[in-house]
């Protein structure tokens, strides 16, 4: 069965540096999102991005964030000055056009040091 | 304001009782209600949603407008049960989900 992936798995990043989040989206979905889970947290929408560009995006989602699918396969978090706050898993989620039902990935767990 | 709200942080029952998990949301429109499950070490999964009406797992959620709640309900509950569940709501302009904060479920043998 098709899965979303993500990756890394896992990423340590001092403060103020970028990072960039990599999610493959199941093959033939169109919906892409973003979703980040601050421990102890409820999951948040950050960002939906459909037809190569952002369909809706949340108040954390502010101009240190952007996403992209740069080669039309990867759908990339960037975060460009990472704080403190910014430590939290981040789930990518993808949609097939007439379904209801997102697929998650496993995650990545972003931690600023 | 949207909202998801499951009031139950934790919830501890023993194996064979029956399993019910709040969920309340706050919207003036006509939200699709869903619930997610995730167990231990593995991603977020869909578990059922209302507009399909049917038990997975033995799990069932009857959206009850009246009272804004969906709550998920299970007869007998059995260990691989054990998981975080969350419940979501889907504005019905768009395609994002608002999460509840999520309930652990914890089952003893």
């Known amino acids: 069965e098709p899965e979303v992936t993500q990756t890394p798995s896992h990423q340590v990043t001092q403060m103020g540096q970028e990072v960039i989040l990599r999610c493959v989206p199941i093959s033939n979905h169109l919906y892409f999102y973003w979703y980040r889970q601050i421990l102890g947290q409820k999951v948040e929408f950050l960002v939906s991005?459909?037809?190569?560009?952002?369909?809706?995006k949340s108040e954390i989602f502010d101009d240190q964030f952007s996403v992209e699918r740069p080669d039309g396969s990867n759908f990339t978090l960037k975060i460009r000055s990472t704080k403190l706050e910014d430590s939290a898993m981040y789930f990518c989620?993808?949609?097939?056009?007439?379904?209801?039902?997102?697929?998650f990935g496993p995650g990545t767990r972003l931690t600023v040091l | 304001a949207q909202r998801v709200t499951q009031p139950e942080k934790l919830l501890s029952v023993f194996k064979g009782a029956p399993v019910e998990l709040k969920c309340n949301y706050s919207y003036s429109g006509s939200p699709e209600l869903f619930w997610y499950v995730q167990y231990s070490r593995q991603r977020l999964q869909l578990l059922l949603r209302h507009i399909s009406r049917e038990s997975i797992k033995g799990f069932t959620a009857d959206l009850n407008k009246g009272e804004t709640s969906f709550h998920l309900k299970k007869p007998f509950a059995q260990e691989e049960d054990s998981a975080m569940y969350y419940c979501a709501l889907r504005p019905d302009s768009n395609y994002q989900l608002i999460w509840g904060a999520g309930t652990k479920l914890i089952i003893k043998p």
């Open positions: 991005f459909y037809n190569n560009e952002i369909s809706e």
């Open positions: 989620a993808t949609l097939l056009r007439d379904s209801n039902e997102q697929f």
